[in-house]
């Protein structure tokens, strides 16, 4: 099976590392059939020190400082240190099961043609899950399932980066991460690895799913509120946009009237008369409402995203032609 270089990325959560990497250390795979790769992205707590502890109990870890912030462009110096054939992402307040990196491994061997692999992701809530999320809404606390069954993903629909294995010879001809997307900072936009699972796709090799590749992902506390979880669907809004001018790299400017308008027609249109027609019918439930602001926030920020690409293209790499 290939050999696979676990990649954490993480800045100022010393304890949620802690867990992460604990969740490495009794993996069904053999020792040297792994090593993992910290990559630091200028902590100014105890993260170094949290790594330094688990030398000797994790297999093959080693930790790298990198002071430019952002997770792709972290993400990408832990490309840069693997040694692996099969580059294995997880978050840094995420969980591996102890079968994660034998079932990735397996994967990949299974398929050949497979550049990307991702799995299920289940949330662990510091307590009771609040009444308000619902299947709908849970994807933004990056839950997924996407069943029983072994099955090729199709875009737009791509694994999560919470979950995710990469072959390293095909990151290497697609390139990596964009650092267009991703969180930076205190920004939450998203979509840098369904963009490189798009070109990844795009090169004619396949994504899938493997039903039995699993983690546990945290719900940090700070995020468990209303107010998180609307902020996280306004950037996800954002993202969409951003992300089309990504993998276009160049785009018309009647394309982005056209996704602002849409977007600002379903920003009226898809959440609140269902809704309503919900509460008519006596048929709604406690996240019915946060579920329609959900929608309603993310069709309106991609609105505000593509009328800023629209009339604003200055500083942006991916300019709108005239």
Same mark, same amino acid.
């Not at 990735?104 to 899950?129: K, S």
């Not at 996704?259 to 959440?271: E, I, K, N």
């Given at each position: 099976?290939?050999? #696979?270089?676990?990649?954490?990325?993480?800045?100022?959560?010393?304890?949620? &590392?802690?867990?992460?990497l604990?969740?490495?250390?009794?993996? *069904?795979?053999?020792?040297?059939?792994?090593?993992?790769?910290?990559?630091?992205?200028?902590?100014?707590?105890?993260?170094?020190?949290?790594?330094?502890?688990?030398?000797?109990?994790?297999?093959?870890?080693?930790?790298?400082?990198?002071d430019?912030?952002?997770?792709?462009?972290?993400?990408?110096?832990a490309?840069e240190?693997? %040694?692996?054939?099969?580059?294995?992402?997880?978050?840094?307040?995420? #969980?591996?099961?102890?079968?994660?990196?034998?079932?990735?491994?397996?994967?990949?061997?299974?398929?050949?043609?497979?550049?990307?692999?991702?799995?299920?992701?289940? &949330?662990?809530?510091?307590?009771?899950?609040?009444?308000?999320?619902?299947?709908? $809404?849970?994807?933004?606390?990056? @839950?997924?399932?996407?069943?029983?069954?072994?099955?090729?993903?199709?875009?737009?629909?791509?694994?999560? !980066?919470?979950?995710?294995?990469?072959?390293?010879?095909?990151?290497?001809? #697609?390139?990596?991460?964009?650092?267009?997307?991703? %969180?930076? !900072?205190? *920004?939450?936009?998203?979509?840098?690895?369904?963009?490189?699972?798009?070109?990844?796709a795009?090169?004619?090799?396949?994504?899938?799913?493997?039903?039995?590749?699993?983690?546990?992902?945290?719900v940090?506390?700070?995020?468990?509120?209303? @107010?998180?979880? &609307?902020?996280? *669907?306004?950037?996800?809004?954002?993202?969409?946009?951003?992300?089309?001018?990504? %993998?276009?790299?160049?785009?018309?400017?009647?394309?982005?009237?056209r996704?602002?308008?849409?977007?600002?027609?379903?920003?009226?249109?898809?959440?609140p008369? *269902?809704?309503?027609?919900?509460?008519? $019918?006596?048929?709604?439930?406690?996240?019915?409402?946060?579920?329609?602001?959900?929608?309603? $926030?993310?069709?309106?920020?991609?609105?505000v995203?593509?009328?800023?690409?629209? #009339?604003?293209? @200055?500083?942006?790499?991916?300019?709108?032609?005239?």
């Open positions: 099976m290939p050999r #696979v270089s676990v990649l954490v990325c993480t800045r100022d959560r010393a304890p949620w &590392l802690e867990r992460a604990d969740s490495l250390e009794h993996q *069904s795979i053999g020792d040297d059939a792994f090593e993992v790769i910290v990559v630091d992205n200028s902590s100014s707590d105890d993260t170094r020190s949290v790594v330094e502890a688990a030398v000797g109990r994790v297999p093959g870890l080693r930790y790298v400082r990198h430019v912030i952002g997770l792709s462009a972290a993400r990408n110096r490309i240190e693997a %040694r692996g054939e099969v580059y294995a992402i997880l978050d840094d307040d995420a #969980v591996a099961s102890p079968t994660w990196l034998e079932v990735m491994a397996a994967a990949f061997e299974r398929h050949a043609r497979a550049g990307a692999i991702g799995g299920r992701i289940e &949330l662990i809530w510091p307590g009771p899950a609040p009444a308000w999320i619902s299947e709908e $809404t849970a994807p933004l606390y990056a @839950r997924f399932d996407g069943g029983p069954v072994e099955r090729e993903f199709r875009f737009p629909h791509m694994p999560f !980066g919470t979950n995710l294995g990469l072959r390293a010879d095909i990151v290497e001809k #697609v390139g990596g991460f964009s650092t267009e997307l991703g %969180r930076v !900072g205190g *920004s939450l936009i998203s979509g840098e690895e369904a963009e490189l699972c798009f070109r990844i795009t090169a004619g090799y396949l994504v899938m799913y493997e039903p039995d590749l699993q983690v546990g992902h945290h940090l506390p700070e995020r468990v509120s209303r @107010r998180w979880l &609307l902020f996280r *669907s306004f950037e996800q809004g954002r993202t969409r946009a951003i992300a089309q001018a990504v %993998r276009r790299e160049r785009t018309t400017r009647a394309a982005w009237l996704l602002m308008l849409t977007s600002a027609a379903q920003t009226l249109f898809a959440g008369p *269902s809704l309503l027609l919900k509460i008519l $019918t006596l048929q709604a439930r406690g996240a019915d409402v946060m579920d329609a602001a959900v929608r309603s $926030t993310m069709t309106f920020a991609c609105a995203e593509a009328g800023r690409y629209l #009339v604003d293209p @200055r500083g942006r790499r991916y300019a709108p032609e005239t």
